[in-house]
């Protein structure tokens, strides 16, 4: 049975009832997928949410969240030792709110640098405290000053940040949308998710983002590093 991703609708949804529609174990590590869910699965380099799972009268925690073997359903792992709701109970899943949303500020500032830097992304990683993206770029030169004062100047912008969806024809129709040379959008269900920047940006992906851009905060570059030839590493922390 397929999870409803709720986050897909509203990011900032901390937590929901649900059904427990099955329990896996796998390499010795309890999982529970049920019908509907807050919680982002690992993928597209950024971390599954942490939170917690309650039902008759304990609570406990999930230690991250992970697609199922489908992609279509979503297994929240529980930690080393907890109780194990019964299939058909009914749970409160709650994620933990200030991680999830320092990834999300994370992952829009990392939107705004591929900006900022409008060379193919060949990886990335949306951290909690750091972010990172792989960059393929011919020559170096890249001063990390410069770089933070033009990623702090979008985001000064208050730019309007929204998804909408086109169809796996459209995409394909229109490749310069992928900025991700490691990392493909998921295809094959009909239809792929894009987020937008008002006026900035407009790329596919699945992540989880705030509203604004001015919801980010302050970012820094805090390191430049070169990992091949003609490939550039650019750190970014919270200022």
């Keep these: 049975m397929a999870t409803e991703f709720l986050f897909r609708d509203d990011a900032y949804l901390t937590e929901c009832d649900a059904t427990v529609v ?47 073997e489908t992609k279509q359903d979503i297994v929240h792992v529980l930690a080393a030792g907890s109780a194990v709701p019964a299939v058909g109970a009914t749970v409160k899943a709650t994620i933990d709110w200030p991680v999830r949303h320092r990834r999300m500020r994370m992952h829009t500032g990392l939107h705004l640098l591929s900006v900022v830097l409008p060379f193919p992304v060949t990886g990335g990683s949306v951290g909690t405290d750091e972010g990172r993206l792989d960059f393929d770029i011919p020559e170096s030169g890249l001063d990390r000053d410069d770089i933070t004062a033009k990623l702090n100047a979008l985001i000064d912008r208050d730019a309007a940040v929204s998804e909408r969806w086109i169809t796996d024809a459209e995409l394909e129709a229109n490749p310069g949308l992928v900025k991700t040379m490691s990392v493909k959008p998921p295809m094959g269900s009909g239809r792929v998710r894009l987020v937008s920047i008002e006026g900035l940006d407009l790329q596919p992906c699945g992540g989880t983002h705030v509203k604004r851009t001015s919801e980010i905060g302050r970012l820094a570059v805090s390191a430049i590093e070169k990992k091949g030839k003609q490939n550039r590493r650019v750190r970014v922390v919270f200022a």
């Design 22 to 68: 099955a329990v896996t174990d796998k390499d010795g590590a309890t999982g529970v997928a049920l019908d509907r869910t807050v919680f982002y699965p690992t993928g597209g380099g950024q971390p599954g949410d942490v939170g917690s799972l309650s039902f008759d009268g304990q609570t406990v925690a999930v230690a991250t969240s992970v697609y199922g």
